[in-house]
């Protein structure tokens, strides 16, 4: 039998974890891996990515729609119009706390499974995974059907993936009032 097609669940789950931050008084972040587009200030943009801060008190006009994330924000005094493809997001999560989710960019699975396959070449131990989604709406591809994963590269308990909030201060930010 035919499965019906679905939209993708991406854009719910940012939904999601954005009203659960913002009902709990936490501050969420969208960490976003930045290419063409993306439409963010790219002085700000740190080895291709960008955290933003997707609050209502940061935002203004906030949509979190299907396709893109746009509001208008200051960066530096200055205001700014952004726009983020949903695809293009990796991970929402509460400042405070580091709670939210991750989700895997596109072309970061292809670009893993291109490095994964040129250390294979080299004769590094490579071992298949399990076979890995990104999207239910579009049909698998190569990239979506199997992972290389090597064994010699990460040691066991090694996250370097996991967005991580900015450095900073340790606890929530304090309004000055200057008469």
């Not at 994963?149 to 993936?161: C, I, L, R």
Request: charged share 25%.
């Amino acid at each position: 039998m035919n499965e019906p097609i679905t939209t993708p669940t991406r854009p719910y789950l940012i939904r999601a974890i954005h009203e659960w931050c913002t009902d709990n008084g936490l501050t969420p972040y969208l960490a976003v891996r930045v290419d063409r587009s993306v439409q963010v200030p790219r002085e700000f943009v740190q080895d291709g990515e960008i955290v933003l801060n997707v609050s209502y008190d940061a935002t203004g006009n906030l949509q979190l729609g299907n396709e893109y994330i746009e509001f208008k924000a200051r960066f530096g005094g200055k205001p700014r119009e952004i726009m983020v493809p949903v695809e293009r997001v990796q991970a929402i999560y509460a400042r405070e706390s580091g709670q939210g989710m991750s989700f895997p960019v596109a072309d970061d699975l292809l670009s893993e499974l291109a490095d994964d396959a040129a250390a294979f070449e080299v004769g590094e131990d490579v071992v298949p995974a399990t076979s890995v989604r990104v999207d239910e709406d579009e049909a698998p591809s190569a990239a979506q059907l199997m992972q290389l994963v090597s064994t010699t590269s990460k040691q066991a308990g090694e996250d370097g993936d996991a967005p991580r909030p900015p450095a900073g201060g340790a606890g929530r930010p304090a309004l000055k009032r200057v008469k």
